[in-house]
């Protein structure tokens, strides 16, 4: 495998690491970036963008990183509270009136960041087009009953999040998402991509398909057999209602879509510039306050829809013992995606870390790809 890119001196074991992903585990197109101390220290890239080869991956390209979305949609909502437009202990109805319906009316923003909102899946089923649809998505889930009281337990929301806390950030805004996005995160940052696949700095976009090769277990698979177990359940509901929420990824309707919980489209060096600096001392993004308060723990338990015990701040999963979910120290923050792409922060080695990948594994938390590199960068460190 021919590796593209480059590593500061005292890094280069990070060569062997990433070509160890396609030489061992299956990767056809993915790419790696480091961010330490505000400076960049490697930057890797190597494969192919699409399925028959015939297009190289860039440092540039585009992968859609499903779930690593929901790190910076947080982010938006967070500098709204630092602009002092949203306040997280206000209902969500204060700034979005038809969000009280079926029992919503309590829910506060904080509670949606952190995943104690109940509002977890559409409660009936949706037609498929819906997802492609924002203000449609936006009118749907305003009208949404809670699976549970909201506040009583934590739920992981897949693919609702990216409605309610949007909605809630441009009501409170006045501005669109993706205008909040270009100017106070896109732009300063000089990021590649964004929310959907096009429209974005970079027009070099990822196929994205299942690995073919199993990569070795770190957790066993307790979503996939809830869903099983009960296809008309929470679990089952909140990740195929509609179908079209995992179908269609390679398809021009959904990277012209906005679905922020699941569409970014972002490289590795968007999610390691994102997250070195959010592990400075003096965030570009953020002020300091308002990110401490941002990445204290909010929420703990075992996940009802993870199926799995993780703990989140506002809007991140927050660094555990769980190899998956080890995000360099116990200070460390940041937001996995279904299929192996990642990006964190770890605050205590002021460090950002970001790896996407168009093979897809079955885990939605670090699987042994991105394991393996964090391990690699922090042996260097």
Not at 122 to 143: P, S, T
Not at 245 to 266: C, E, S, V
Request: hydrophobic content about 40%.
């Amino acid at each position: 495998m021919d590796i593209q890119g480059y590593c500061v001196p005292g890094f280069e074991a990070l060569y062997d690491a990433f070509a160890s992903n396609f030489r061992d585990y299956g990767d056809l197109g993915a790419s790696f970036c480091a961010v330490h101390q505000g400076e960049e220290i490697a930057s890797l890239w190597a494969g192919s963008a699409d399925r028959h080869g015939e297009r190289p991956f860039e440092e540039d390209t585009l992968v859609n990183v499903f779930s690593s979305s929901k790190g910076v949609l947080a982010l938006i909502a967070l500098q709204q509270v630092a602009a002092g437009n949203l306040d997280l202990d206000l209902p969500v109805a204060h700034y979005w009136p038809e969000f009280a319906a079926a029992g919503k009316s309590s829910i506060t923003g904080r509670q949606l960041l952190c995943h104690r909102s109940g509002v977890i899946a559409f409660r009936e089923r949706v037609a498929d087009e819906l997802i492609y649809d924002w203000e449609g998505a936006l009118e749907k889930v305003a009208a949404t009953e809670p699976w549970w009281a909201p506040g009583t337990q934590q739920g992981y929301s897949p693919f609702l999040y990216g409605w309610t806390l949007g909605g809630l950030i441009e009501k409170a805004s006045g501005e669109p998402l993706m205008s909040l996005y270009r100017r106070n995160v896109a732009d300063p940052l000089g990021l590649d991509g964004g929310f959907g696949g096009v429209g974005h700095r970079s027009s070099e976009l990822a196929d994205v398909g299942p690995l073919k090769k199993p990569l070795p277990e770190l957790r066993n698979n307790a979503i996939g057999r809830s869903i099983k177990e009960d296809r008309q359940g929470p679990v089952a509901t909140a990740f195929t209602n509609p179908v079209t929420l995992m179908m269609g990824t390679n398809g021009d309707q959904w990277r012209g879509a906005l679905i922020p919980a699941a569409n970014g489209h972002f490289s590795a060096r968007d999610l390691a510039a994102i997250y070195g600096d959010l592990a400075c001392d003096d965030p570009q993004l953020l002020p300091a306050s308002i990110l401490g308060e941002a990445t204290a723990e909010q929420s703990r338990g075992q996940d009802a829809i993870l199926q799995a015990e993780v703990a989140f701040a506002c809007g991140f999963l927050k660094s555990s013992t769980a190899e998956d979910l080890h995000f360099g120290s116990e200070a460390g923050f940041g937001h996995p995606g279904a299929g192996g792409s990642i990006g964190f922060a770890d605050p205590k080695s002021e460090l950002g870390f970001g790896y996407v990948t168009s093979r897809m594994g079955q885990s939605l938390f670090m699987d042994q790809r991105a394991v393996g590199l964090k391990n690699c960068l922090y042996s260097l460190l």
